[in-house]
């Protein structure tokens, strides 16, 4: 059975103070969850004292993308050696917001993929399709695409074990649209097919694909009801310790 991961994503929100804050808050809500993998991604400034914050908790930290090359010229960038010293589990890489506003390509997002991997920390691969996209009718191959690139080169073992991957519509994110449970489950077993197609079965059983875009408390029962959704990546309900729980409890009860 896979297990449930669901991750909030702070995107450019909170100061370093409010970070500390939210993350202490989130490490007392969730002392008690057992099944569910917690994971929080602060901005890359609140991120090494967050991760003294949640130190021996049950809240994993995760940071919002990195620069695939070891060092050196990149102004504002961040390499995976500088996340990895501060205790990184996962990194999200190709975030639509990044492949929308900061030139993230398919080829990036697999340069950025090898790097986090080869480091040994675990990745969060962002997937989705635009409004136009869907309602054009290439979301199966505007998927491909991205799943091919992301995951081109990248080992059996590390796909079972070290990939998640997050099907997030741009059309929900931050719009308080979210997809319905079946427009969601079937991309979702679409998404798993794929993986099928590349690694075979038993990889395609063990991958988790979170679903993004809208999720709160009130819509996560059913949408982690549905067979291949194995998880939320969180915005908006991320921000407050409660509303992140009330989600972590849809998946606690299932
Ligand atoms: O983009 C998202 C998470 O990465 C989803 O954001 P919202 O939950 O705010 O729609």
């Given at each position: 059975m896979r297990q449930y991961i669901i991750a909030g994503?702070?995107?450019?929100?909170?100061?370093v103070s409010e970070s500390v804050q939210l993350a202490s808050d989130i490490v007392a809500a969730v002392?008690?969850?057992?099944k569910t993998e917690v994971v929080i991604a602060p901005t890359y400034l609140a991120a090494a004292k967050v991760a003294d914050v949640i130190k021996g908790s049950n809240v994993k930290l995760a940071i919002q993308d990195i620069h695939?090359?070891?060092?050196?010229?990149?102004?504002g960038k961040v390499s995976v050696d500088m996340v990895k010293e501060i205790g990184a589990d996962y990194i999200i890489i190709g975030h639509s917001e990044q492949r929308q506003y900061f030139h993230e390509t398919d080829e990036t997002v697999n340069l950025k993929v090898k790097k986090t991997l080869a480091a040994g920390i675990k990745v969060i691969i962002c997937i989705g399709e635009t409004l136009e996209q869907r309602e054009t009718g290439v979301l199966k191959e505007v998927l491909g695409l991205q799943i091919k690139g992301a995951l081109a080169g990248v080992s059996a073992e590390d796909a079972d074990k070290n990939v998640v991957l997050a099907y997030e519509p741009v059309w929900a994110i931050g719009t308080g649209k979210t997809a319905t449970d079946e427009q969601a489950e079937e991309v979702h077993a679409y998404i798993r097919s794929l993986i099928k197609e590349i690694y075979g079965e038993k990889i395609a059983e063990d991958m988790r694909i979170q679903y993004g875009g809208s999720m709160k408390g009130a819509n996560a029962a059913g949408l982690l009801a549905q067979k291949d959704i194995d998880g939320g990546l969180i915005?908006?309900?991320?921000?407050?310790a409660d509303t992140f729980k009330a989600i972590i409890d849809a998946a606690e009860a299932k």
């Open positions: 994503n702070w995107k450019m929100n909170k100061t002392k008690d969850v057992k695939w090359k070891d060092q050196g010229a990149f102004t915005g908006g309900a991320g921000l407050k």
